[in-house]
């Protein structure tokens, strides 16, 4: 079953509060999304540790109900 | 250490860069993965990809390996690099092609 975007959205905030998330559904099958997080936890981070703080926050759903997520991590400028 | 992450230290190890892949380089069987082909085909250099969809051990035991819940995944030297988003970010910013200098390049089959 897919994810939806709003339920992305809100799991990404409640475990990165300063986190602004710009999400696109890129096939318009509320399946296939795409997501620029921005946090100013990402500071000083590899970006494999940034892209996992996502995964994280999205508690094992990633790669199982959600199945494309296109990901892309900022920190704030 | 369990077999399969055994497996796939050796894997990781034999060749300097490791796709693990959905499908193999020609068909790719998931648009991440072609992405993946893609970006590496771009840099020109020699890899080694790794079907999961052929070894259901593998393709679960790479998730736990690397504590990354998808695939495509690319290791370099055998260490984790990322998947296809970060090897596009790495790729966009010339990390990639830097991380990859002095690999040996892709022999020309045309």
């Known amino acids: ?77 | 250490m369990s077999n399969v992450n055994e497996r796939i230290a050796a894997m990781t190890k034999e060749h300097d860069v490791v796709l693990f892949m959905k499908g193999s380089k020609l068909f790719p069987q998931c648009g991440f993965s072609s992405r993946a082909v893609a970006i590496l085909d771009h840099t020109g250099v020699e890899f080694e990809t790794v079907d999961v969809l052929q070894d259901m051990e593998i393709r679960e035991g790479i998730k736990a390996y690397s504590d990354w819940p998808t695939i495509p995944q690319l290791y370099v030297d055998g260490e984790f690099v990322g998947g296809s988003d970060i090897m596009m970010e790495m790729f966009e910013a010339g990390e990639l092609q830097q991380m990859l200098e002095g690999k040996k390049a892709a022999t020309s089959e045309s």
């Not at chain 1, 959205?9 to 399946?31: C, F, H, Q, R």
Request: proline share 5%; with cysteine; net charge negative.
């Open chain 1, 1 to 77: 079953m897919p994810m939806a975007g709003d339920d992305i959205v809100a799991m990404i905030k409640a475990a990165i509060p300063d986190a602004e998330v710009e999400l696109t559904d890129l096939a318009g099958d509320n399946d296939h999304w795409a997501a620029v997080v921005t946090s100013a936890e990402f500071e000083g981070m590899p970006r494999v540790k940034q892209h996992q703080k996502v995964y994280a926050a999205l508690g094992g759903r990633m790669g199982v109900e959600l199945h494309a997520l296109q990901l892309t991590t900022k920190c704030p400028a």
